[in-house]
């Protein structure tokens, strides 16, 4: 489903990066970047598709209580 049709957006009224696969290139992150310092981005969204296992994932990770790393 194109994210336009999502939010209600125009063709253009939306920067949208789509990925295949689970991993972000170094490119894909500097054009996420160039969003936001261009067009002060104040929210970034990032979707999958249904039982996206790189977003649960994700979710389980930034749920876990940081820790310092003792040296």
């Known amino acids: 489903m194109p994210a336009e049709l999502i939010f209600d957006q125009g063709l253009g009224d939306l920067f949208v990066i789509r990925v295949v696969g689970n991993v972000v290139a170094p490119s894909q992150v500097g054009s996420i970047e160039f969003a ?36």
Not at 53 to 65: H, R, S, V, Y
């Open 36 to 71: 936001a310092g261009l067009f002060k981005t104040r929210l970034v969204v990032v979707m999958g598709h249904t039982q996206c296992g790189a977003i649960d994932i994700t979710l389980k990770e930034l749920a876990q209580p940081k820790h310092p790393i003792d040296c």
